[in-house]
T-cell receptor, first 115, second 111 residues
């Protein structure tokens, strides 16, 4: 399909393990975002890639979280030494250009459960 | 620090009536405001947006109103339909900045 694709859709991991979450944005979209939604909470901004600019990492909750975007397309969000409070749905979104002029298209998310 | 606030976690409306979802924000630099709709197990989908130069934008049954002086926006759905039952997120951003989302309002439209 032509939408944002995220994998895996579900991930269960043990506390202390590292996990990688993948996002395939819509082809041609220059902007890519990672958000997470914890139980009963809103969408929490994590990181934002815009073209070749340095990413906006201001939302990453700790240095255990990192993300990269290779070749301006696929992105990987890595969480090292996972903790139980990392359990959430991690949502990736892409947009054609900047925020307000081009709405975000979200994937269905990766549900991460840390046991 | 929550810059976008949706103070009503839930709302129940009868089919055919108007649904009004409210949103407040604190950052006066926000230029763009959007509403997203989310069904369970799916990502949010874009519904309607408004830029700061306007005070109203309408798209079919959905209208968004912006009051910049009060830092308040609202989404009106009329007439409401059972298929509108979902969680609605308000979001705002500065130009080319990251979207800031509220915590969402769960709308239930009853037959």
């Amino acid at each position: 399909g032509a939408g944002v694709s995220q994998s895996p859709s579900n991930k269960v991991t043990e506390k202390g393990k590292d996990v990688e979450l993948r996002c395939d944005p819509i082809s041609g979209h220059t902007a890519l975002y990672w958000y997470r939604q914890s139980l009963g909470q809103g969408l929490e901004f994590l990181i934002y890639f815009q073209g070749n600019s340095a990413p906006d990492k201001s939302g990453l909750p700790s240095d255990r979280f990192s993300a990269e975007r290779t070749g301006g397309s696929v992105s990987t969000l890595t969480i090292q030494r996972t903790q139980q409070e990392d359990s959430a749905v991690y949502l990736c979104a892409s947009s054609l250009i900047g925020q307000g002029t081009s709405p975000l298209h979200f994937g269905n998310g990766t549900r991460l459960t840390v046991t | 620090d929550q810059q976008v606030k949706q103070n009503s976690p839930s709302l129940s409306v009868q089919e055919g009536r108007i649904s009004i979802l409210n949103c407040d924000y604190t950052n006066s630099m926000f230029d763009y405001f959007l509403w997203y709709k989310k069904y369970p197990a799916e990502g949010p989908t874009f519904l309607i947006s408004i830029s700061s130069i306007k005070d109203k934008n309408e798209d079919g049954r959905f209208t968004v109103f912006l009051n910049k002086s009060a830092k308040h926006l609202s989404l009106h759905i009329v007439p409401s339909q059972p298929g509108d039952s979902a969680v609605y997120f308000c979001a705002a951003s500065e130009e080319l900045g990251a979207l800031n989302f509220g915590k969402g309002t769960s709308l239930l439209v009853t037959p």
